[in-house]
Every structure is written in C-alpha cells, then in structure tokens.
C-alpha cells in the first residue's frame, strides 16, 4: 500500500554534512507519523528520529540530539533528515518507516547508505 523510497545517502567526511530525504507514494501521508531508523554495520537497527503527523511533535535518539533534525512536508509526501557534525559511528544504512493506521505490518524503505569517514 505505501512505499517509501529514500535518498541523500553518500561519503562524508567526520564533521560534515547530509541531508536524507524519503518520498512516500500509495497512500495518505500526511496520516502517518513517520520515523528513521539506522542499522551500523554488523549492529542491530536503531531508532533515529520520529515527527508526529502535522511535523509539530519530534523525538530524537540521544546519540543524534542536536546534531539531527527531522522534518516533513506533506505537501511534497516527503520526510527528511538533516544530519549535521557526522561522526565516524554515524555509519550506517538509514531506513524510512510509516506508521500506518491498522496495517498488518510496518512500512519501511529500502534504506540509504550513509558512510562518514575520519
């Protein structure tokens, strides 16, 4: 029903810069609170960031706050992810998910590659 396709993914050195962007298509976006996950290599996925419906409620890991910003915009089906001051440990494959009202199963994106070298 939804798909979600991220992007923005790429090489950066410690201390740089990144802008993620997921697009979401198949349904009512601006329903659905939306999340990014990161999995580093060989870790478990892990939780990033989180923006509520209307963008006004966001919630962050503390490994990311204040460096990370999450954001939306409805009109354009998209959620971004504003990464500044990258650090090595950053590094991971970051996933886009949609909380979906009664679906079977949560909707997630095939994910990104972000690498942030020292």
């Known amino acids: 029903q939804v798909q979600l396709v991220e992007s923005g993914g790429g090489l950066v050195q410690a201390g740089g810069s990144l802008r993620l962007s997921c697009a979401a298509s198949g349904g009512t976006f601006s329903t659905y609170g939306m999340n990014w996950f990161r999995q580093p290599p060989g870790k478990e996925r892990e939780f990033v960031a989180s923006?509520?419906?209307?963008?006004?409620?966001?919630y962050y890991a503390n490994s990311v706050k204040g460096r990370f910003t999450i954001s939306r915009d409805n009109a354009k089906n998209t959620v971004y992810l504003q990464m500044n001051n990258l650090k090595p440990e950053d590094t991971a494959v970051y996933y886009c998910n949609a909380e979906v009202a009664r679906a079977r199963a949560p909707y997630w994106g095939r994910g990104t590659q972000v690498t942030v070298s020292p």
């Open positions: 923006i509520s419906t209307s963008g006004e409620y966001t």
